[in-house]
């Protein structure tokens, strides 16, 4: 079967597809997901691989017997598979599993060698996650955005050109997770490089939708360290990856110490072992790790042209359509002619209704998905919102003042490879009745959060639903 085929075949083994949610007409409606941008569900063949995994579950490493073995093999082959989908070679980098992308910049830059007056290179566009681990460490330097909400890459250029022979790293987003729009990142690098620097690059949102090449280290648009989520790619079973140099992570002692990073370990001091068992300290996620594993290979089985050209025409309908609602706003480029510079993750506004608003009636009467706020990506939102510095500090006083109400967000789709058209139908449907008020039910404002829930919330007793309780033998 070829991709394309695939793909159509795998809609039907979403886990979850089927699930029906409550609203308050009392009517249950299929549950439409938009919001993979911030995580995906999983197919069944994952969870099978799971299930299958199960059955020889045990610790990893240093075990003597037969289960221990076989994980051990399999938690093994699975950093192969991380390098292989990434393109890294192992002879130059490791693959050290984390959390999720967060953890892994997090650990990068704890352990990265920094000189005392290094500089950081980032961009307006960053997810907090890149952007507030650096901050800690060095020196950051914003690097600004159009008014399209895509990278200046003038004002890069003229960054390196300003911070000459003090720029230790280069660290960007693969795409946004708010404009959906795809940075030149293997340029990007070899602008670095070539002013001394190294390139980091979060593909958090990138890796699930677009191939990603680290390239061989003699390349000039290699990249030097690159981290992503497995819950973003369909395996939300809790695991990261942080791929990258092995020299430079070698210069510090282990970010974490504990069981597994030591070669020994005398009263009087410990000795580390290499990488990556130094930078793993404890018992893993090995079950996340499987998963991952088991979500690459799926990925590979589809096929990136594939993948990409159903994403593309789904990113082509989501902007076509959301043009038909009144007053709709989208921040970054909405035209649907090209997309091949961007994903499928769309930002919006529909008139002066509240954002919160807008999801909480998708919710509710139409048992829609999708995010709402500033994305972890305040300082771009604002950009993106033109919101003036003068507001920016009025609400960051009233939110510290634990009253939300003015925070400045939008509405945010995106969409994932099990998604189709139907999906997207179903959002501007339920959109267009938004903007014309014909929704049913009264909502009120929660300050403190800053969400708008309804007057009735009978539909949203969530232990009939689901409650945590195993379902024992009789």
Avoid at 35 to 63: C, M, Q, W
Wanted: charged content about 25%; some cysteine.
């Amino acid at each position: 079967m070829n991709g394309s085929g695939l793909l159509k075949r795998l809609r039907q083994e979403l886990v979850g597809l089927d699930t029906e949610v409550p609203t308050l007409s009392g009517q249950r409606r299929r549950y439409v997901s938009l919001d993979n941008a911030s995580s995906t569900p999983t197919f069944r063949p994952i969870v099978s691989k799971v299930d299958e995994f199960l059955g020889y579950y045990a610790n990893v490493h240093r075990g003597s017997g037969f289960k221990s073995q076989l994980a051990s093999w399999a938690f093994e082959t699975a950093r192969h598979d991380v390098a292989r989908f990434v393109k890294a070679d192992l002879n130059e980098k490791t693959v050290i599993f984390t959390k999720n992308t967060t953890e892994s910049i997090n650990r990068l830059s704890r352990l990265y060698p920094f000189r005392p007056d290094g500089v950081i290179i980032t961009s307006t566009m960053e997810h907090h996650s890149n952007d507030l681990p650096w901050r800690r460490v060095a020196k950051v330097v914003h690097v600004g955005v159009k008014a399209d909400g895509s990278l200046d890459v003038d004002d890069y250029l003229r960054k390196l050109k300003e911070y000459a022979g003090k720029v230790d790293l280069v660290t960007m987003t693969g795409a946004s997770n708010v404009s959906g729009w795809v940075t030149p990142y293997h340029y990007l690098a070899r602008l670095a490089h070539e002013a001394g620097a190294k390139f980091v690059l979060d593909a958090a949102q990138l890796a699930p939708h677009r191939p990603v090449d680290m390239k061989p280290s003699s390349d000039p648009e290699h990249i030097d360290y690159l981290a992503f989520s497995a819950h973003k790619m369909y395996a939300p079973y809790g695991i990261g990856a942080l791929v990258g140099d092995r020299k430079p992570l070698l210069a510090a002692d282990p970010d974490m110490v504990g069981g597994g990073v030591v070669d020994i370990v005398t009263i009087e001091g410990a000795y580390w072992r290499e990488l990556p068992e130094r930078e793993e300290a404890g018992t893993p996620d090995i079950v996340g790790v499987v998963a991952l594993a088991a979500a690459i290979r799926l990925l590979e089985a589809v096929g990136w042209s594939a993948i990409q050209e159903h994403e593309e025409r789904l990113a082509r309908r989501l902007l076509t359509r959301l043009a038909e609602v009144p007053e709709m706003k989208i921040y970054g480029q909405n035209d649907p002619v090209d997309v091949s510079g961007r994903l499928g993750v769309v930002a919006f506004n529909v008139g002066k209704i509240p954002y919160a608003l807008v999801a909480a009636i998708l919710s509710y009467e139409h048992g829609i998905g999708v995010r709402t706020g500033c994305f972890c990506a305040h300082p771009y939102m604002l950009c993106l919102l033109d919101v003036q510095p003068q507001e920016a500090t009025k609400v960051r006083d009233e939110i510290l003042s634990r009253d939300r109400t003015n925070v400045p967000g939008a509405v945010r789709a995106s969409v994932g490879l099990y998604n189709d058209e139907s999906d997207i139908d179903a959002l501007v449907e339920a959109l267009k009745v938004v903007q014309r008020g014909g929704h049913s039910g009264s909502y009120v404002l929660c300050k403190e959060t800053g969400s708008y829930v309804p007057t009735e919330r009978d539909c949203f007793e969530f232990d009939s639903h689901f409650t945590l309780t195993p379902h024992l033998p009789s």
